[in-house]
């Protein structure tokens, strides 16, 4: 039996929505860039994310870019229904392409939603829908302008305050507080860098330690004092009995908690308020990272050139060192006094 006028006209429009599709598929296609034309049917969000780790971006910042692309991803233009970020997620490569068109107007509509955001947050959120943009193909449009941001120097501890410092870490009743500090303040390693240390990446006969995917996934090498060595012999009994005490005799880390766990940067913050209030020191004040700027700090007033200091903090770029020569005028001026009175 025949079949209907009905079912033949459901039939033709069937065939000519899925001709029409299949035709505005292929145009799509036709502007993505060669490089990811392959990757046109898989979801974008994973093609994305591998791209990233394969640029050794840090954990921190693939979470921080997601955080971006989800905020952009999600802006909606007039005529558009809500999105759930789930649902964007499964976009094949080509539908995100055309969703994410620069000149469509929801960059527009994203930036002015950041309008109440710190300009250093802004510039960050920028960066990272800027490298999604490029890596689909687009280009990002010259009316994009970045917030200035107001330079701020770096946090160090004057001479009164890491002496007060340096008597809490002898008063403190956290083992971790001296042994962790002095390598922080000798080395000036990142907090990240520490918690990462094994006990064997220490080798006490060269007064050195081997860092192992550092910033950027880069293997460094940080140099020890003799008092490193002393801090670090102080400290291993006290390991060797944490981990002894929790059954944890495959733990490699250098510094452990009671728990016999690998410390993590959380923990060592809480030291450090510990410690800065016990040196009557502003909370604000004491940080990883304020050691770690007054390590660079001491280097420079002590005669050190710049690129021995990058070699030493382990930056990539020379322009990263370059904030540690605007410690400010004092600093400027305690040394060339020094210097006219050696004469």
């Not at 080395?187 to 550092?214: F, H, M, N, P, Q």
Request: overall charge positive.
């Amino acid at each position: 039996m025949g079949r209907n006028a009905k079912e033949v006209y459901a039939t033709t429009i069937e065939t000519r929505n899925e001709e029409q599709s299949s035709e505005e598929k292929d145009e799509l296609l036709g502007t993505l860039p060669s490089r990811i034309q392959r990757l046109s049917d898989f979801c974008w969000y994973d093609c994305w994310i591998q791209q990233l780790k394969s640029e050794k971006k840090s954990e921190h910042t693939i979470r921080s870019y997601i955080t971006s692309i989800k905020g952009y991803s999600k802006t909606k233009l007039p005529n558009e229904e809500n999105k759930e970020w789930n649902d964007i997620k499964k976009l094949a490569v080509y539908e995100f392409h055309s969703l994410s068109k620069p000149n469509n107007g929801r960059i527009d509509a994203w930036l002015t939603s950041l309008g109440d955001l710190k300009p250093t947050t802004i510039n960050a959120r920028i960066a990272a829908v800027s490298h999604l943009i490029k890596w689909l193909g687009h280009n990002i449009p010259d009316w994009i302008i970045r917030p200035s941001r107001n330079k701020s120097l770096p946090r160090t501890l004057g001479k009164k305050e890491l002496g007060r410092l340096r008597k809490a870490l002898l008063d403190s009743e956290d083992p971790l507080a001296f042994p962790v500090s002095t390598v922080l303040l000798d080395t000036g390693i990142r907090v990240s860098e520490l918690c990462g240390l094994d006990i064997d990446d220490i080798d006490k006969e060269d007064l050195s330690a081997l860092v192992i995917g550092g910033k950027g996934e880069k293997d460094r090498t940080v140099l020890f004092t003799n008092s490193t060595v002393e801090a670090i012999d102080s400290w291993e009994p006290i390991r060797e009995n944490r981990i002894s005490s929790n059954n944890s005799d495959g733990q490699r880390a250098l510094f452990i908690s009671r728990r016999g766990k690998r410390i993590n940067p959380r923990s060592i913050q809480k030291l450090m308020d510990s410690l800065a209030d016990l040196a009557e020191i502003p909370r604000s004040r004491l940080s990883p990272h304020t050691l770690r700027h007054t390590f660079a700090t001491g280097l420079l007033e002590r005669g050190a050139d710049l690129v021995t200091i990058q070699r030493l903090l382990g930056h990539s770029s020379i322009a990263t060192t370059r904030v540690y020569l605007e410690i400010g005028d004092q600093t400027l001026r305690e040394i060339y006094h020094r210097a006219q009175n050696f004469n």
